[in-house]
């Protein structure tokens, strides 16, 4: 079977990894809009997400040889809980993280 020109797959790739990004972001919006956290419970939450990022990042750089090889969508799963569970601990509403946008 014949494969597409690496420009489509590299432009297919982009495509997909924005797209994965930006599913992500509005999952973390609604999550943390529809909590019943004060503005520094949501501050907290925000600073985890953003250490975990830099660690995905970090390992990214350091382990991907092909970004196809490289799991984004479950990392991204693994950080939206980990910032679900806190806005449990912290009091929010579980409301917003049940469902998708």
């Given at each position: ?61 350091q ?29 929010g ?9």
């Amino acid at each position: 079977m014949e494969q597409p020109p690496k420009s489509e797959q590299r432009e297919f790739s982009e495509t997909s990894l924005v797209g994965t990004l930006l599913e992500f972001h509005e999952r973390v919006v609604h999550l943390l809009r529809g909590s019943s956290l004060d503005a520094n419970s949501k501050l907290r939450v925000y600073e985890r997400i953003h250490s975990l990022m830099d660690q995905l990042n970090d390992e990214f750089k350091q382990e991907v040889t092909d970004p196809r090889d490289f799991d984004l969508t479950g990392r991204l799963e693994f950080i939206y809980n980990e910032a679900t569970k806190i806005v449990e601990e912290l009091g929010g509403d579980r409301q917003a993280s049940d469902s998708k946008p």
